[in-house]
């Protein structure tokens, strides 16, 4: 059995036991990475040294029996694009291949502060942008479920990480999804918190109204562990909540007697896999024998959420990514002709052909005469989908539906028709619009893949969240199967 099945509480009481070293954890997650990556792809950098200098540390701290943190000793991946002090951060890009952070992002500090290790980098889209990691301008990670499928994006290497028992926990970001949707795809639980709970200061940007760093684990206890550690007010990020922290893992009673759930028909109907949407219903069935209520109802302005989110993150990605023009970091072009072809070259050659589709688009949605047409309306149509949530939360507790309307695709199915590809966020993207807490939980395989189960709640009521996604999992054995690599 691998070390990284064990609880968190169970770790930590066999290194104050003496049972365990840092050093062993490390071991296993290098053992791991070494056994698994020639099929998985799911890191870009191992930092060996880093990680057993680290262990070293750490080991010494407890053997003189100092304090230990949140996290101590666990190993932990980075997705690539939060950055990390002297260990390149490329965002799976070649214009970022050659870029080596001074600094730490906020999330990183709050990682040591907690004493994890962190293992490496890990790969994903190319600027976030994608839900298959197909995107990656230097590999495909691929599903440790099944190596022909993808593992979902564009965290893909933060959930294949974890699923394959690579690292104990990772960090993902989500704009649209991306955290939840490759959770859902690789088995493992995914939590995108409320915008502004966590520190966005150090994650390159893609769409800053939309953008939030979250933790993917092998279950929702150590997710409540890594939101306690990482969430807070951050000075350095305007956009940050400044709000008191709860006790996240005290909120993991078990308890969902009297729980008001809402299940929008829109998340179960058309489009939606037969074999997700059975096990979306025996999810609610088992909520219902621990005392919960749910209800059908409408969030009527779903089925814009596609087209609003890619209007919106492709005018802020357009915006964001200006700043990669070849003169202050990153990839310049070889002997251009004056300083326009300077811009052009570098960004021709820097950027993939998901990167360039997006920033056009975002481009032409902000351009003189089309602003008003797209952009602004889309921003109308974000405050009614916003709403939509508003008018359900009066009345109830949560919402829950499927993370994703079918399971893992196979690789190269998709990557032709961007707009298929769109499709696959559609349950994800309100919730990124509304700004909301959600997370994914693993609730049954179909053909073998798993099946996310999504658990929605109000802005800044991760506990409550938490404590259904808990309960759910308390009474299932879904988050204990493992894929056969």
Request: aromatic residues 8%; contains cysteine.
């Amino acid at each position: 059995m691998s070390l990284f099945d064990l609880k968190l509480q169970e770790i930590h009481s066999r290194l104050a036991g003496k049972e365990l070293t840092v050093g062993d954890l490390v071991d296993q997650s290098l053992g791991a990475i070494r056994k698994a990556e020639s099929t998985v792809k799911a890191f870009l950098r191992v930092d060996e040294e880093g990680a057993r200098r680290s262990a070293r540390v750490l080991d010494e701290q407890l053997a003189q029996g100092g304090d230990r943190g949140l996290l101590f000793g666990l190993p932990a991946g980075i997705k690539d694009n939060i950055v990390t002090e002297g260990l390149t951060t490329t965002c799976a890009s070649r214009f970022l291949e050659n870029y080596d952070p001074i600094y730490d992002a906020t999330v990183v500090k709050k990682l040591k502060q907690a004493q994890s290790v962190t293992i490496g980098k890990l790969n994903m889209d190319e600027f976030a942008m994608g839900g298959s990691n197909e995107n990656s301008a230097f590999q495909i990670t691929t599903n440790p479920w099944n190596a022909e499928h993808v593992p979902g994006g564009s965290s893909g290497g933060s959930a294949a990480s974890v699923a394959a028992g690579e690292v104990y926990f990772s960090l993902g970001s989500d704009t649209g999804g991306s955290i939840r949707q490759p959770a859902a795809y690789c088995g493992v639980v995914g939590l995108k918190p409320t915008y502004g709970l966590v520190s966005r200061f150090g994650l390159v940007a893609f769409a800053s109204s939309l953008d939030q760093i979250g933790p993917l684990t092998k279950n929702v206890e150590d997710a409540a562990y890594v939101l306690q550690a990482i969430a807070g007010h951050d000075p350095q990020d305007s956009t940050s909540a400044n709000v008191e922290i709860p006790d996240y893992i005290g909120a993991l009673s078990g308890d969902v007697k009297g729980l008001r759930i809402a299940v929008p028909r829109e998340y179960i109907g058309q489009g939606v896999d037969p074999a997700v949407r059975e096990a979306v219903m025996a999810a609610l069935k088992t909520l219902e024998g621990l005392g919960a209520v749910w209800e059908e109802v409408s969030m009527p302005h779903t089925e814009y959420a596609v087209a609003t989110y890619y209007l919106l993150a492709s005018s802020e990605a357009s915006s964001n990514l200006a700043r990669f023009d070849g003169v202050r970091y990153g990839v310049r072009a070889a002997d251009p002709d004056n300083l326009l072809d300077l811009y052009v070259k570098s960004r021709s050659q820097g950027f993939g052909p998901e990167v360039k589709r997006r920033i056009m688009l975002g481009t032409y949605a902000l351009s003189s005469g089309y602003y008003d047409a797209y952009y602004l309306k889309a921003q109308k149509v974000r405050t009614l989908i916003k709403s939509d949530f508003d008018n359900v939360f009066q009345n109830y507790d949560v919402i829950i539906g499927p993370t994703a309307p079918t399971t893992a695709f196979k690789i190269g199915e998709q990557i032709g028709n961007p707009l298929t590809m769109y499709l696959n966020d559609i349950l994800t993207i309100p919730v990124n619009l509304a700004g909301v807490p959600a997370i994914s939980v693993p609730c049954g395989l179909a053909d073998g893949l798993p099946v996310g189960l999504q658990i929605i709640g109000k802005a800044l009521d991760e506990a409550t969240v938490l404590r259904v996604a808990h309960a759910f999992e308390q009474h299932t054995a879904h988050h204990k199967l493992r894929p056969a690599l």
